[in-house]
């Protein structure tokens, strides 16, 4: 069942996320939708907050975006030997990152219509549990590695506008009040915040 993703200025996309366990009622039901709504608005990567449920659980495709690229684009944009992933990642924890950053555009689901460019570092490595509840350490790279702080920073009640410097921030402020009030259309369903 796609589900309706919540529009910026949502006060559940500001709550503090909790960590769940195997036994989370509907777990299975939860991730097949979040995966459902997550393609069916075309996306990488959702996090449970932006379907209006504050746990600690998020899905990334990295695969999608490498199958589309060519080789050059390949090469600027994943690790050598990273073809892309399909992860599901609960409880997951960010263990250790790489002093090396770079710059790319991002774009949310909760944010429709907009991308703007985000510094984050180039590796992380990652505590979390997989979709069969398998702990799992693992180190990330380029794309794959971005679009998992991405839906990590969801489970941490932080956006991606928040990387932003503030003046940069203040300019977006009035496209952000009309993406809140349902005033951009996106090509899914949504919730507004007011
Ligand atoms: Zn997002």
Redesign the pocket.
């Known amino acids: 069942m796609q589900l309706p993703i919540l529009s910026y200025g949502h006060s559940v996309l500001r709550e503090q996320c909790h960590d769940i366990d195997s036994g989370y009622p509907e777990l299975t039901k939860l991730i097949e939708n979040m995966w459902e709504t997550m393609y069916g608005a075309n996306g990488c990567?959702?996090?449970a907050p932006?379907v209006n449920v504050p746990v600690r659980l998020f899905l990334v495709d990295s695969k999608t975006t490498y199958d589309k690229m060519d080789d050059r684009s390949r090469e600027d944009y994943f690790a050598a030997n990273d073809t892309g992933i399909i992860e599901t990642f609960i409880n997951a924890a960010i263990i250790d990152e790489s002093e090396e950053v770079w710059t790319d555009e991002e774009?949310?689901?909760?944010?429709p219509a907009l991308a703007e460019p985000i510094t984050r570092p180039w590796s992380i490595t990652m505590e979390y549990f997989n979709r069969e509840f398998i702990r799992q350490t693992k180190t990330f790279y380029g794309t794959t590695a971005r679009m998992i702080q991405?839906?990590y920073?969801?489970t941490e009640r932080v956006?991606?506008l928040d990387h932003l410097k503030p003046l940069k921030r203040k300019l977006l402020q009035g496209k952000l009040e009309k993406i809140s009030k349902g005033l951009v259309k996106a090509k899914y369903p949504m919730k507004f915040a007011k």
């Open positions: 990567g959702l996090a932006q774009g949310c689901l909760s944010i991405h839906e920073d969801h956006l991606y």
